[in-house]
């Protein structure tokens, strides 16, 4: 078997911390007079907490000292980690575990690449960082998907060559900077969302073995 460089998202992808966001950037929202939904979560999808909170100050129409910028961003993480900090193995997606597990059988190499600043605390909370070759989150990149960094770091960690990666994301953004980086990029997710992607599966259930196998034969010009 070839080898690959397997480069997994986190949220949304492993696990689904995307409601813990909601309920944090809610309450920040709503404790400066600013309405957020679901729909809004969805826009922060991928992106930083800077980033996040620049967008929702927007939606009010609002403007903030630095100082008070940057308390809120330290109260939206802090609201965040009491969140995660109830996780447990139960919190895995469907069938992620086993894809990993088969992985680490093949002797595939395998990567974290995720803008999450906790992700590293969140994987030993759902007792998976022992699965990962490689970790890159957000406290190693300056620049947010749709820009690869975090996917070429991961590369490099990982001692394999862009071509030879596979990128398995939810976000828009994330399957952006995959087909930037010129890896393989699998969409976790919704088809009519995740066009861009080279495939695009619901969900973990959905990938058979004899998909993993076929990967690792394939590159990314071959399947476009």
């Known amino acids: ?7 997994f998202d986190l949220d949304g992808v492993i696990v689904d911390t995307a409601k813990y966001h909601f309920l944090a950037w809610k309450k920040l929202a709503n404790s ?27 939606w009010g129409n609002k403007t903030l000292s630095e100082d008070k910028f940057m308390e809120l ?8 980690l009491n969140y995660i900090d109830q996780m447990d193995e139960s919190e895995i ?26 992700a590293r605390a969140i994987l ?40 030879d990666c596979v990128v398995f994301e939810d976000s828009v953004a994330g399957i952006q900077a995959a087909n930037i980086a010129n890896m393989i990029s ?21 990938i058979s073995i004899e998909f993993l196998n076929k990967l690792t034969n394939v590159e990314k010009k071959v399947i476009q």
């Open 32 to 58: 400066i007079d600013i309405d957020f939904n679901l729909e809004q979560n969805e826009q922060l999808k991928g992106i930083s907490r800077v980033h996040s909170l620049e967008k929702i100050l927007e």
């Open 186 to 206: 699998i969409g976790i997710g919704e088809k009519s969302i995740l066009k861009e992607a080279d495939f695009v599966f619901k969900d973990f259930t959905e």
């Open 93 to 118: 997606l469907p069938d992620v575990t086993k894809i990993l597990e088969y992985l680490k059988q093949q002797n595939q190499p395998i990567a974290l690449g995720s803008a999450s600043k906790n």
């Open 1 to 7: 078997m070839n080898k690959k460089g397997f480069i």
């Open 124 to 163: 030993k909370r759902v007792k998976l960082i022992k699965k990962f070759d490689a970790i890159v989150d957000g406290n190693d990149v300056s620049k947010a998907k749709p820009h690869p960094e975090v996917f070429l770091n991961a590369t490099r960690a990982l001692k394999i060559n862009a071509k």
């Open 73 to 80: 961003m330290a109260r939206k993480n802090n609201d965040y």
